[in-house]
C-alpha cells in the first residue's frame, strides 16, 4: 500500500465555498444534528425505561434510533466542524474509516427496515400467532442479522475501496469519503469496480425497496377486515414506515443504483441521507404513535 499510494490525505470541498453560507450552513447542520441526537436519544431511553413499550415493533425501533444516532455522528460532526475552516482535510485512514463505518450502519438499517415491514406484516396478517412468531429470541436474531449483514455489506464495500492505488489529485467534492468520489480519484481504470459497487450497493437497496413497497401494499390491502378504530391504527403505523423507509431509499437508489457520473443534486441527496433521514425518524414515530407519545408524557411527568 505505501508503494502503491501516494496520499495520506484527501481535500473535501464542502457543500460550498462562500464563507456567509458557510457560516449559516454551520448553524443550520449544528442546529440538525442536536435535534437528532436529542430527537434519537429521547426515543431510545423512552423504549428502554417505559413498561408499555415492550413490543417486538418498538425493540426494533429502539435500534433504529441507535443506528441513525451513531450513523449521523459518523458523519455531522467531522462536517459541521469543516465549515468553520477555509481548509477542509481528512487522513487516508480516516477517510476509509468513515466508508466503513458509515456503510456499515447504512446496510444494517436496511436490513433493519425490512425486519420492521416483516413485524408489522406479522402484527395485521397473522395476529394470533404475532407472539409466537416473533418471540424475543427472534427478535434478538433479526437484529444480529442486520448487524452481520451490514457488516458483510460495508467489508466488501471496503475492501473494494482500499486496496486501490491514489496517487492523485485527492479533491473530494463532496463533505463526506464516500464510495463514487474515490472511485473517480483512483490512479487505475475503475469501470469493472464500479460495476460491483452498483450490485452490492445500488441493487440491493433498489430490490429491496420494492419488496417493502409490495409488502406495505398487502398489509395495507389486508386491512379490509378491520374495523374502524383498527384500520386507522394500522394504517398510521404503517404510513409512518412508509414514511421513513421512503426517506432513506429514494436518495440510497439515487446515489449508488448508478454508473459513477458526477449530478449537481448529488450533495443535496447525501445531506438528505446523512441529516434530513436521521432527524426526521425519530419525529415521525413520535408523532403518530399515541402510545409512544404517552410514553415520553409519562416519562417527563417521572422527572
Do not use: E
Given at each position: 500500500m505505501e508503494n502503491r499510494n501516494s496520499v495520506t490525505e484527501f481535500i473535501l470541498l464542502s457543500l460550498t465555498q462562500n464563507a456567509e453560507?458557510?457560516?449559516?450552513?454551520?448553524?443550520?447542520?449544528?442546529?440538525?444534528?442536536?435535534?437528532?441526537?436529542?430527537?434519537?436519544l429521547l426515543i431510545l431511553v423512552t423504549?428502554?425505561?417505559?413498561?408499555?413499550?415492550?413490543?417486538?415493533?418498538?425493540?426494533?425501533?429502539?435500534?433504529?434510533?441507535?443506528?441513525?444516532?451513531?450513523?449521523?455522528?459518523?458523519?455531522?460532526?467531522?462536517?459541521?466542524?469543516?465549515?468553520?475552516h477555509e481548509k477542509?482535510?481528512?487522513?487516508?485512514?480516516?477517510?476509509?474509516?468513515?466508508?466503513?463505518i458509515d456503510h456499515l450502519f447504512a446496510g444494517a438499517e436496511v436490513i433493519l427496515l425490512v425486519v420492521m415491514a416483516y413485524?408489522?406484516?406479522?402484527?395485521?396478517?397473522?395476529?394470533?400467532?404475532?407472539?409466537t412468531i416473533m418471540s424475543r429470541w427472534v427478535c434478538v436474531l433479526m437484529v444480529l442479522v442486520a448487524w452481520v449483514g451490514g457488516f458483510l455489506h460495508s467489508l466488501v464495500q471496503f475492501l473494494f475501496i482500499y486496496q486501490l492505488p491514489f496517487c492523485g489529485p485527492?479533491?473530494?467534492d463532496n463533505f463526506i469519503c464516500d464510495i463514487y468520489p474515490l472511485l473517480k480519484l483512483a490512479c487505475t481504470n475503475t469501470y469493472l469496480l464500479g460495476l460491483c459497487m452498483i450490485a452490492n450497493g445500488g441493487a440491493i437497496c433498489s430490490v429491496t425497496f420494492v419488496i417493502l413497497l409490495v409488502s406495505y401494499g398487502?398489509?395495507?390491502?389486508?386491512?379490509?377486515g378491520y374495523g374502524f378504530e383498527g384500520k386507522r391504527k394500522a394504517f398510521y403505523t404503517c404510513a409512518s414506515h412508509?414514511?421513513?423507509?421512503?426517506?432513506?431509499?429514494?436518495?440510497?437508489?439515487?446515489?449508488?443504483?448508478?454508473?459513477?457520473?458526477?449530478?449537481?443534486i448529488d450533495k443535496f441527496m447525501t445531506v438528505v441521507l446523512t441529516f434530513i433521514t436521521p432527524m426526521l425518524n425519530p419525529l415521525i414515530y413520535t408523532m403518530r404513535n399515541a402510545d409512544m407519545k404517552n410514553a415520553i408524557r409519562k416519562l417527563w411527568d417521572r422527572k
Open positions: 453560507a458557510q457560516k449559516i450552513l454551520f448553524v443550520t447542520f449544528l442546529l440538525i444534528y442536536i435535534v437528532t441526537i436529542m430527537g434519537n423504549i428502554v425505561v417505559s413498561q408499555s413499550l415492550r413490543s417486538p415493533m418498538y425493540f426494533f425501533l429502539a435500534y433504529l434510533s441507535f443506528i441513525d444516532t451513531v450513523y449521523s455522528t459518523t458523519i455531522a460532526p467531522k462536517m459541521i466542524n469543516d465549515l468553520l477542509k482535510t481528512i487522513s487516508f485512514q480516516a477517510c476509509m474509516a468513515q466508508v466503513f413485524d408489522r406484516y406479522v402484527a395485521i396478517c397473522k395476529p394470533l400467532r404475532y407472539v485527492n479533491v473530494i398487502i398489509i395495507l390491502n389486508s386491512l379490509k412508509i414514511t421513513v423507509v421512503i426517506l432513506f431509499f429514494v436518495p440510497c437508489i439515487f446515489l449508488f443504483a448508478r454508473p459513477n457520473f458526477t449530478f449537481s
